[in-house]
């Protein structure tokens, strides 16, 4: 095989490491990103459980107040009885007065009604907090691992690199340019299998003569219809017969 062939070969090879290392490079602080969100959400969850938890306190606190401040207008009200003159006056206090322990006692049942969500929703706050620390560590051990994992990427990137420079500095320049224009602008296939008379970058048939210089492998010759560069491999149990 042509020895400008062969390089290029290589420098494909390469060139499709490296750009899988990219990817890869530029995946993985994605994928943290998006492990790291789920964490969010389980934080967001407890202090929305925490946040409930202290409006049901404050609510219930507000309704201590008042039954404070009704149980205080009703000993007012009480004491207003040795100065009623009539029945009527009489009977409108006592009124007054039930009135005010319906409205108490409705709300210390809606006290005690608020104590009971805010010990239910300690005990989810218990095991949210639980499940907190659960996705947190989990969370650590990904991204370490992740990181391990972009760390030997970026190295294995700079190898690879670092092939490509020497691959590169055996070249023709001429080789070189055209290659880059064509592995840029062809779906990164830029040398291209020949098969049966057929480019196997385009799918096109070529002309026999072309083909012939094609497997002499004496000149870099390239596709007239995709310009990639061409190379032959035989492997007789592929060939078309004749």
């Known amino acids: 095989m042509n020895k400008q062939i062969g390089l290029?070969?290589?420098?494909?090879s390469?060139?499709?490491?490296?750009?899988?290392?990219?990817?890869?490079?530029?995946?993985?602080?994605?994928e943290i990103e998006d492990h790291y969100s789920l964490c969010l959400m389980v934080k967001d969850d407890l202090e929305q459980c925490k946040n409930e938890i202290k409006e049901f306190q404050m609510t219930r606190k507000n309704k201590e107040l008042e039954v404070e401040a009704q149980t205080e207008q009703m000993k007012r009200e009480?004491?207003?009885?040795?100065?009623?003159?009539?029945?009527?006056e009489y009977t409108a206090l006592l009124g007054e007065i039930e009135n005010i322990k319906?409205?108490?006692?409705t709300l210390e049942d809606e006290q005690i009604?608020?104590?009971?969500?805010?010990?239910?929703?300690?005990?989810?706050?218990?095991?949210?907090?639980?499940?907190?620390?659960t996705e947190e560590k989990k969370f650590s051990e990904f991204k370490?691992?992740?990181e391990g994992n972009l760390s030997k990427v970026k190295a294995e990137k700079e190898q690879k690199e670092n092939e490509r420079e020497q691959i590169v500095s055996e070249m023709e320049p001429s080789h070189l340019q055209h290659y880059n224009k064509v592995y840029g602008s062809r779906d990164q296939v830029a040398v291209s299998r020949y098969l049966n008379g057929i480019c196997q970058?385009?799918?096109?048939?070529?002309?026999?003569?072309?083909?012939?210089?094609?497997?002499?492998?004496?000149?870099?010759i390239?596709?007239?219809?995709?310009?990639?560069?061409?190379?032959?491999?035989?492997?007789?149990?592929e060939e078309e017969p004749g």
Do not use: W
């Open 14 to 30: 390469l060139d499709d490491r490296i750009l899988h290392f990219k990817g890869v490079i530029d995946l993985i602080p994605k």
């Open 222 to 237: 390239s596709c007239p219809f995709c310009n990639r560069f061409l190379f032959y491999e035989n492997n007789q149990s």
């Open 78 to 88: 009480l004491g207003k009885q040795h100065a009623v003159k009539t029945n009527r």
């Open 201 to 220: 970058g385009c799918n096109f048939k070529l002309p026999p003569q072309l083909g012939v210089d094609i497997k002499q492998s004496e000149k870099v």
């Open 8 to 12: 290029l070969k290589q420098l494909q």
């Open 144 to 146: 370490a691992e992740k």
């Open 102 to 105: 319906r409205f108490i006692s």
């Open 113 to 133: 009604e608020l104590m009971e969500r805010v010990e239910e929703k300690n005990g989810e706050l218990d095991s949210k907090e639980e499940n907190l620390k």
